[in-house]
């Protein structure tokens, strides 16, 4: 009984090293002298883990008594810090690996289910940083179709909306799960059309890597997409938001030749992408932007096929 309560001491000290900020990707840097990182000796004991000093990554033995702390606590603190300390973790890329072999993903991945909105949120995170690894992918991947469900359904804007929007763009940076998010596209506009500018640029960072993909660009054209789409492309918008959208254009465009478009065009219904994007209001909109004041953005419009 002592043992197994002293491994839970240790392991409650690891959830405390995370602080009380967390970014993303450039997250817990350890100290340096001479350029070099400074490695962390195994734990004796929680005060190890406790102190403010404390800002190096975790080693296997403490990953895996920190996943056996998350897999056997009900308390939504701990739960919370220790995913938040996983997540931080994650960010290098040795314990990417280490936190898979350990069996770590599927330990944090139950945690997406968990009512708490805070833990969901904390837990895609460190999805998120896992899935920078190409092999974490594969086992993470089982959660795709859950994390599409929490974006379009959970509240518009959250934390955890955001917090699922970077996990998926993640996962389709490559082609190899793209597939898997097709039938959620016309959701996925919905959001961007009726989201506060931070989930529209996560929204379009999510679709431009869809639309780099010949293989999808007949599911993206086909979405069902409201006519304030075009709205996007008014001049006023701000411009990380309007020039991500016209990189989409241009990326759909690029995919899909004059003589497809004309062989096609009958193919797809009213109110789809594609009644838009080649529709009269778009080509005005098109038209206006090459005078617009920025030169990136003139630039951009240049660039994409004079189909308007």
Same mark, same amino acid.
């Given at each position: 009984?002592?043992?197994?309560?002293?491994?839970?001491?240790?392991?409650?000290?690891?959830?405390?090293?995370?602080?009380?900020?967390?970014?993303?990707?450039?997250?817990?840097?350890?100290?340096?002298?001479?350029?070099?990182?400074?490695?962390?000796?195994?734990?004796?004991?929680?005060?190890?883990?406790?102190?403010?000093?404390?800002?190096?990554?975790?080693?296997?033995?403490?990953?895996?008594?920190?996943?056996?702390?998350?897999?056997?606590?009900?308390?939504?603190?701990?739960?919370?810090?220790?995913?938040?300390?996983?997540?931080?973790?994650?960010?290098?890329?040795?314990?990417?690996?280490?936190?898979?072999?350990?069996?770590?993903?599927?330990?944090?991945?139950?945690?997406?289910?968990?009512? %708490?909105? =805070?833990? +969901?949120?904390?837990? &895609?995170?460190? #999805?998120? !940083? $896992? /899935?920078? *690894?190409?092999?974490?992918?594969?086992?993470?991947?089982?959660?795709?179709?859950?994390?599409?469900?929490?974006?379009?359904?959970?509240?518009?804007?959250?934390?955890?909306?955001?917090?699922?929007?970077?996990?998926?763009?993640?996962?389709?940076?490559?082609?190899?799960?793209?597939?898997?998010?097709?039938?959620?596209?016309?959701?996925?506009?919905?959001?961007?059309?009726?989201? %506060?500018? =931070?989930? +529209?640029?996560?929204? &379009?960072?999510? #679709?431009? !890597? $869809? /639309?780099? *993909?010949?293989?999808?660009?007949?599911?993206?054209?086909?979405?069902?997409?409201?006519?304030?789409?075009?709205?996007?492309?008014?001049?006023?918008?701000?411009?990380?938001?309007?020039?991500?959208?016209?990189?989409?254009?241009?990326?759909?465009?690029?995919?899909?030749?004059?003589?497809?478009?004309?062989?096609?065009?009958?193919?797809?219904?009213?109110?789809?992408?594609?009644?838009?994007?080649?529709? +009269?209001?778009?080509?005005?909109?098109?038209?206006?932007?090459?005078?617009?004041?920025?030169?990136?953005?003139?630039?951009?419009?240049?660039?994409?096929?004079?189909?308007?």
């Amino acid at each position: 009984m002592g043992g197994a309560r002293d491994v839970g001491w240790v392991a409650a000290g690891l959830i405390l090293a995370a602080g009380a900020c967390y970014c993303f990707y450039k997250l817990t840097r350890g100290r340096r002298r001479g350029g070099r990182r400074l490695r962390l000796r195994p734990s004796r004991s929680a005060e190890d883990l406790t102190s403010g000093s404390y800002d190096d990554t975790l080693n296997a033995e403490q990953v895996q008594k920190l996943l056996y702390l998350l897999e056997s606590t009900e308390d939504p603190i701990i739960i919370e810090r220790a995913l938040v300390t996983l997540g931080n973790n994650a960010a290098f890329s040795a314990n990417q690996i280490v936190i898979r072999e350990l069996g770590g993903i599927p330990i944090v991945g139950s945690k997406i289910n968990n009512p %708490n909105q =805070s833990i +969901k949120e904390k837990a &895609l995170n460190a #999805l998120n !940083n $896992l /899935s920078v *690894n190409v092999e974490n992918q594969i086992k993470i991947k089982v959660y795709v179709s859950q994390v599409c469900e929490d974006v379009i359904s959970g509240p518009l804007n959250s934390a955890v909306q955001l917090a699922g929007l970077r996990l998926l763009t993640n996962m389709t940076v490559t082609n190899a799960h793209q597939d898997m998010l097709s039938s959620y596209i016309t959701d996925l506009f919905h959001v961007l059309v009726t989201g %506060n500018g =931070s989930t +529209k640029v996560q929204v &379009l960072k999510l #679709l431009l !890597n $869809l /639309s780099e *993909n010949p293989a999808m660009t007949d599911q993206l054209l086909d979405a069902q997409v409201d006519s304030s789409f075009l709205s996007l492309l008014d001049g006023h918008v701000p411009k990380e938001i309007l020039l991500r959208a016209l990189t989409l254009l241009q990326n759909i465009t690029d995919c899909l030749s004059e003589e497809r478009r004309l062989a096609t065009q009958t193919a797809f219904p009213a109110g789809s992408l594609f009644s838009l994007l080649y529709g +009269k209001e778009c080509a005005q909109k098109m038209k206006a932007l090459v005078h617009h004041h920025d030169a990136d953005v003139k630039e951009k419009v240049t660039m994409i096929p004079k189909f308007w």
